[in-house]
């Protein structure tokens, strides 16, 4: 599969964007007239958001960021936990001092060296964080479930065993489809005490809403709000991370061809459905209906192995009150993949104060766009990221407030 050559570096989960203009001179001047009027530290956060703001829109072109701090090293790492085995790339800053954060990539076959999610590791570490960005093999080869809930959690259990920056802890990102299995390796009890807070990026919470969405484009979350159309190739790729599931290797080669060519513009008849055995036909079914009365009736009617890994993701079927840490929600209102209805409904399913959500139109799924206006709230997010960075690694520092 291709991925587009979209500048911004949080583009990476399939679903590609277009160049990313520069930010609007308004928005500058309004930001730091702000930063000016606030105090020591607030002026330093509210200057480096700013400086993460205009690399994110500039992509792989010159910024301000890139001009005055020096490109991050970064390390190869290969660690195992309990016996399991592991790669990553650990990212580090010329001055290490908003400890470590976890990178957890979206659907990309290009896994932790993804170019866009290598231009955003770097952006990251040169405000300060230790990055480490593990190889999530089922996010890679789009095969979802439970083992890269497994994998998180190793990797939040090695980086604060092994990694200087993360003695505090371990802050957490995550993109898109691996925004579920960060938040329930982030609920386990052993890690859970480990993660100050999370960064859930376009992320979802009920998946057969998600479902529903992507295949009949009704959102039932929406409360009546007008709700976009979902992307053309959203369903395709649901299908590959599904796929795997299925014991049959005919009906795994059947689909997957299937979804590579619709996926690829062929709008065809796909004579392959005709050689689908019975379970192949239930996922395929569940990925091609219309109507939405009859996608709960069809995710049940999955084989055992699809239905029990479909329900352990399921954020909405679980108790988060095991989640300690604080959520950081970002999400844009026009995603036609997974619709802001599902960060919304994620805070509100939290205590009370635990989450914050940013909605922004600067951000479509997971793409960034520079509009100036819409860059006013995604700095906010990215300074209240800064201020509970600081807050961990040093604790003395005073609590975030609303910028």
Not at 255 to 278: N, S
Not at 283 to 301: G, K, Q, S
Not at 324 to 332: E, F, K, N, P, S
Request: aromatic share 4%.
């Amino acid at each position: 599969m291709r991925f587009s050559d979209a500048k911004s570096p949080l583009s990476f989960c399939g679903h590609g964007a277009g160049p990313a203009p520069g930010l609007g001179a308004a928005l500058l001047a309004s930001l730091l007239a702000l930063v000016l009027l606030s105090g020591c530290a607030a002026l330093e956060r509210g200057h480096d958001a700013l400086l993460v703001l205009g690399d994110l829109a500039a992509g792989d072109e010159p910024s301000r960021l890139k001009r005055h701090t020096s490109t991050p090293d970064r390390e190869d790492l290969a660690y195992t936990v309990a016996g399991r085995a592991y790669v990553a790339d650990l990212y580090h800053p010329a001055t290490p001092h908003r400890g470590a954060l976890l990178l957890v990539h979206g659907l990309t076959e290009a896994g932790r060296r993804d170019p866009r999610l290598m231009a955003l590791a770097r952006t990251l570490a040169r405000v300060g964080f230790t990055v480490m960005v593990p190889e999530l093999p089922g996010l890679r080869d789009f095969d979802v479930g439970m083992r890269e809930v497994e994998g998180i959690a190793d990797a939040i259990r090695h980086a604060t065993a092994e990694v200087a920056a993360a003695e505090s802890g371990t802050a957490l990102a995550a993109i898109s489809f691996a925004v579920g299995p960060a938040l329930l390796a982030a609920m386990q009890p052993e890690t859970a005490h480990r993660v100050p807070f999370v960064i859930a990026v376009g992320g979802y919470y009920d998946l057969t809403d998600m479902l529903r969405y992507v295949t009949t484009g009704v959102d039932r979350g929406a409360s009546g709000r007008d709700v976009p159309s979902p992307r053309r190739e959203a369903r395709w790729l649901i299908l590959l991370s599904q796929l795997h599931r299925l014991e049959d290797a005919g009906d795994r080669a059947r689909l997957e061809a299937i979804a590579r060519r619709r996926l690829a513009g062929d709008d065809e008849p796909m004579p392959e459905v005709q050689h689908l055995g019975p379970d192949g036909k239930a996922l395929y079914e569940l990925i091609t209906n219309r109507d939405p009365n009859r996608v709960a009736a069809l995710v049940e009617a999955l084989p055992a192995s699809l239905e029990t890994q479909f329900e352990a993701l399921d954020l909405s079927a679980r108790n988060l009150e095991s989640l300690q840490a604080r959520l950081v929600l970002i999400h844009g209102p026009d995603d036609r993949v997974i619709p802001i209805s599902h960060s919304r409904r994620l805070r509100d399913a939290l205590s009370p104060g635990q989450a914050r959500l940013f909605e922004t139109r600067a951000l479509g799924h997971v793409e960034v766009s520079a509009d100036w206006l819409e860059g006013w709230t995604l700095w906010r997010a990215i300074y209240h990221v800064l201020a509970l960075a600081d807050l961990t690694a040093r604790p003395g520092t005073t609590p975030p407030a609303r910028p």
